[in-house]
């Protein structure tokens, strides 16, 4: 893959900056690409597509400072997973890695169980914005709704969950 890659480059110090981020971060990448379409085929798939898109937009990749370069990297191959993903019909589960702290005999439920609790279409949106940090603008083109239903179900779904979290004992919401 990297021939190729280094086919588009124009002068020997781009080629040779881009030769050693690709041979430090490519294994790492991959993983990551596995961890998150968890079928190494696809994940091939995927990280030939995320470095063909950081190529392609070259000048960006240059143009950062030498540490922004592995987040900048990050985020393509996560954005392509998901892309990836959606078109199989598939998503990522975002609750699917949380551990439930340890309760206390006659402690109110989890945080974590009242969410998961919540209706999908609320839950979702409250997850990529305040899990995943995403902004509106991203979850409205992530799900497929225009950012005013996004910022709609996010106050309404912040109210379903202070409401939820009110009737399990969490008195300070």
Known sequence: ???ILLVVLESPTEKTIFTQFYE????DL????????K???????VIQAAWLQCVRYAERFFALPEDKRLPWMVTIVKNTALSHLRTLGRTVPLAEDWDLPAQEEGAPDGIVEVIRAMPEQYRTILELKFLWELEDKE??????????????RIYR?????????????????
């Open 1 to 3: 893959m990297l021939p």
């Open 24 to 27: 430090t971060h490519h294994t």
């Open 30 to 37: 991959h993983r990551y690409a596995l961890c998150l379409v």
């Open 39 to 45: 079928d190494p085929h696809q994940a091939e798939d």
């Open 139 to 152: 979850i409205a083109r992530r799900v497929g709704l225009t950012p005013t239903a996004v910022s709609t």
């Open 157 to 173: 779904g912040r109210k379903l969950l202070q409401e939820a979290l009110r009737k399990e004992g969490y008195v300070d919401v």
